[in-house]
């Protein structure tokens, strides 16, 4: 049965801290791997990882995928208050099913 | 402006009754999803659809009915079966096929059973 897990479930960090949060997966077919942030309603979209080693990144955000070990890491440098939130880890298989895991929720405190 | 649309954005259903959560995209995405989130918790996926006429199981489906017989919309229909309905439900789309595209989510609908 396909598997996505997320730790830690939960984060309390202080602004200016780093944070890294890790999702690791059981997949038929992998084919890529989503990271989403949920603060009320909509997941926004963060990155898309399909190949190994490659770093992505977008201002204080970035995340690689290791498809060996099977997981993924996204970091967060220099967090702020507006950083808080639920992050989402999602995998997608060959029949563009898209699962998440349980989220990880993050608290930054001022 | 093109988007994803669920409605209604809160719904209350009385014990036994159906109720059908409506979900529109204007994308031209293929595939279409509908998800459950409860409290303090992740996504599970009840059902997907690649493509219009075509739809599959996820991992939560008993209790759910879903329809796609148009490209845009993607209605689920929660049944009296589903013994526990009361959540936050999120339908979502994407490009499909072998595109690697980003999911866009719609605003959700709040499902209360009274």
């Known amino acids: 049965e396909d598997k996505v897990v997320q730790s830690p479930l939960s984060l309390v960090v202080h602004e200016g801290d780093t944070v890294t949060l890790n999702c690791s997966y059981e997949v038929t077919n992998f084919r890529s791997l989503l990271w989403y942030k949920q603060e009320k309603k909509a997941p926004t979209f963060l990155f898309m990882l399909?190949?190994?080693?490659i770093e992505k990144k977008s201002g204080r955000l970035s995340s690689i995928l290791d498809k060996k070990e099977l997981f993924s890491i996204l970091n967060i440098t220099a967090t702020q208050t507006g950083d808080s939130a639920i992050y989402l880890c999602a995998v997608e298989g060959n029949n563009n099913d898209m699962r998440f895991g349980a989220g990880t929720r993050l608290t930054v405190k001022p | 402006d093109g988007g994803i649309t669920q409605s209604p954005k809160y719904l209350f259903r009385k014990e036994g009754q159906n109720v059908t959560l409506s979900c529109e995209q204007n994308l031209n995405h293929d595939a279409m999803y509908w998800y459950r989130q409860d409290p303090g918790q992740g996504l599970r996926l009840i059902y997907y659809?690649?493509?219009?006429?075509?739809?599959q199981k996820g991992d939560i489906a008993e209790g759910y009915s879903v329809s796609r017989e148009k490209k845009e919309s993607f209605p689920l229909t929660v049944t009296s079966a589903q013994k526990n309905p009361t959540a936050f439900y999120l339908c979502a789309s994407r490009g499909g096929g072998r595109a690697n595209t980003e999911a866009f989510f719609g605003q959700g609908t709040r499902l209360t059973v009274v």
């Open positions: 659809s690649q493509i219009v006429n075509d739809f």
């Open positions: 399909t190949s190994s080693g």
